[in-house]
């Protein structure tokens, strides 16, 4: 506040008896004004704390998008392009990976809990089927074709194994099955795993190939041949 300001606050707010303007020096002037504006009645309409925080951090966003417009080739509208091209991007890894539905640290195993039977997984699946469970009898078919081929020593009883490994594994010894092996691994995967959500036709596909594996004659391998002759 300026002297003059001071001394005309002061003149006003400090008067005599009879109501004339009194003359008070320059430093009592200016307190009895400071005094006079911190009450609550000019502060009303203040921004609260809150407000004043959003206010600061919208500047600094602001100082943000100003500086990197200035450096953005184009200017703001070059920034602009830049930002649509990423959200563009970011859009189509959502739209093909699917929402990423993984805990930390979760690990892609085949089955996850205690050993059933081939019939048991496939009993399971067939009751999701038949309340349109789509997601949860893909998922146990897919179980019951792998521990079937377990059964059958098509595939060796193995912990840990994921869908695809045991695709991969039994592609090996049924090559005329092994597309259709790979397929029922995404599939598994993409419902497992990727957020997505199988359908009718999905299932169906995965308990056709589980029965033409039932039929199927696993190839021996060189060292299974040898031992064999």
Same mark, same amino acid.
């Given at each position: 506040m300026s002297t003059t300001g001071g001394v005309r606050t002061a003149r006003l707010l400090i008067r005599a008896g009879d109501?004339?303007?009194?003359?008070?020096? !320059?430093?009592?002037? #200016?307190?009895?004004?400071?005094?006079?504006?911190?009450?609550?009645?000019?502060?009303?309409? %203040?921004?609260n704390l809150l407000q004043r925080a959003l206010n600061r951090f919208w500047d600094w966003v602001?100082?943000?998008?100003?500086?990197?417009s200035g450096a953005a080739p184009g200017g703001p509208l070059g920034l602009?392009?830049?930002?649509?091209?990423?959200? /563009?991007?970011?859009?189509?890894?959502?739209?093909?990976? /699917?929402?990423?539905? #993984?805990?930390?640290?979760?690990? %892609?195993?085949?089955?996850d809990d205690g050993p059933r039977s081939a019939s048991e997984h496939r009993a399971a699946a067939e009751k999701h089927a038949t309340a349109g469970r789509w997601n949860q009898a893909v998922q146990e078919r897919m179980r019951a074709i792998v521990r079937s081929l377990e059964e059958r020593v098509v595939l060796d009883p193995r912990?840990? !194994?994921?869908? %695809?490994?045991?695709?991969?594994?039994?592609? #090996?010894?049924?090559?005329?099955?092994?597309?259709?092996?790979?397929?029922?691994? !995404?599939?598994?995967?993409?419902?497992?795993?990727?957020? !997505?959500?199988?359908?009718r036709q999905a299932y169906l596909r995965l308990r056709d190939l589980d029965v033409e594996l039932e039929r199927a004659k696993p190839r021996l391998t060189g060292a299974a041949q040898g031992a064999a002759e």
């Open positions: 109501d004339v303007p009194v003359d008070t020096p !320059r430093i009592p002037a #200016r307190e009895a004004a400071e005094r006079e504006l911190s009450k609550p009645m000019y502060h009303e309409n %203040d921004p602001g100082s943000i998008f100003d500086a990197a602009l392009v830049l930002i649509l091209v990423v959200i /563009g991007l970011v859009t189509a890894l959502w739209w093909r990976l /699917g929402t990423p539905q #993984r805990t930390p640290g979760s690990v %892609d195993t085949l089955f912990p840990g !194994r994921t869908a %695809d490994e045991a695709a991969d594994e039994a592609g #090996r010894s049924l090559p005329d099955h092994a597309d259709g092996l790979r397929a029922s691994a !995404r599939e598994f995967d993409d419902v497992t795993y990727g957020g !997505r959500t199988a359908d």
